[in-house]
């Protein structure tokens, strides 16, 4: 934002209001005007400096700042940090004695996928082998079993025991 229109404004108006006086005040005005000029800038900078912070204030968390590049402020908008994405939905696992039977895989990952997986498991409160049954689950469109199939038998008990 170049501030030089608003001090030579400024300048203008004074020599117009000095002009009305006479030509002492016309001298006196143009001597005031160079030193002046820092005065009007850095009169200019504070007060878009308390603009800054009063729409910091609106958009919290986000924030407006007032940076100086040369003599001329910049205004940086620092939008809100995006909301934590929210967890995927949990598939349930199959219980450990799943009769249903495993398949055991070597699955190579790159080591920069590593802290990832590790934290997302943690985050879910899982081991990272439940994890990655999850996301291969979700992959491919099937929801892992939430219980043991039924037996081939006939004898099998629902309820409650006390």
Known sequence: MDLQPYVD???????VAAAAGGADAEALAERLTAPLDSALRLALLEVLSEAA???????????????????DPEFFVAAAPDPEPEPEPAIP??????????????LRLPE???????????RAGVSVNAWLVR???????EAAPTRRPKSHTDKSFNGWVR
């Open 53 to 71: 912070e009063h729409l910091t204030r609106q958009l919290a968390p986000g924030s407006v700042e007032v940076r100086l590049r040369g003599r």
């Open 112 to 122: 920069s996928m590593k802290p990832a997986v590790e934290s997302s498991a943690r």
């Open 9 to 15: 404004n400024v300048r203008h108006e004074l020599g």
């Open 93 to 106: 696992l199959p219980p450990d004695g799943d009769d249903g039977g495993t398949w055991r895989v070597t």
């Open 135 to 141: 996301a291969v689950s979700n992959a491919v469109g």
